[in-house]
């Protein structure tokens, strides 16, 4: 039996406030079972645009932990698993999310100096799709026509200007790494 989504959500905050003081010697030992089980739960449930929805709240909290404990020295080897895992984010969630699952990608890649030319080639073609979505951005949001934004309502990441910009950065991180 599966505890309610308010529970979850509850046990995944305390969660994010003590990810800060595991122990550095404990982390190869906690985070790779805490890693893959938050990555298949954010996976497995449906992404929400609304932040007052709780599976918007719940689905934040897991992305925020997955983001501070992805320069841990015990995360190391789970960096590929956290790599895609954040690439999903950033092809299934909203902004929010997005920006994040950026900001992991980037402290990985500076811990890590290195990124395999698979990973660089996912990471370009999700620039791509988001220089193509751009133009119909710019169309829906600053056309005579365009309705007025909910503040609530988060767009998706492939649809955002802030994960655009994050994005850009990951890529100059990317090709400076491999001119290394």
């Keep these: 039996m599966t505890a309610d989504l308010r529970t979850r959500f509850n046990v995944a905050c305390e969660l994010r406030e003590l990810v800060d003081t595991v122990r550095e010697a404990e982390t190869g030992r906690v985070f790779p079972h805490m890693i893959s089980t938050i990555l298949d739960l954010l996976r497995s449930s449906d992404p929400a645009s609304h932040k007052d929805a709780p599976e918007y709240q719940f689905r934040r909290v897991l992305t925020e932990i997955i983001h501070r404990v992805s320069t841990s020295e015990g995360c190391r080897p789970h960096f590929p698993a956290i790599l895609n895992g954040m690439l999903y984010i950033i092809h ?18 500076r811990a890590a100096r290195a990124s395999s030319e698979e990973f660089a080639n996912e990471v370009f073609k999700l620039l791509q799709v988001l220089f193509t979505n751009v ?37 100059v991180t990317i090709s400076q790494a491999q001119t290394q």
Excluded: Y
């Design 135 to 171: 133009k119909a951005l710019i169309v829906d949001l600053f056309s005579e026509n365009s309705p007025l934004l909910d503040p609530a309502q988060v767009p998706p990441s492939l649809r955002s200007f802030r994960v655009l910009s994050e994005m850009t950065i990951v890529v």
């Design 92 to 109: 299934h969630d909203n902004e929010e999310n997005g920006v994040t699952a950026c900001k992991t990608i980037l402290d990985i890649l």
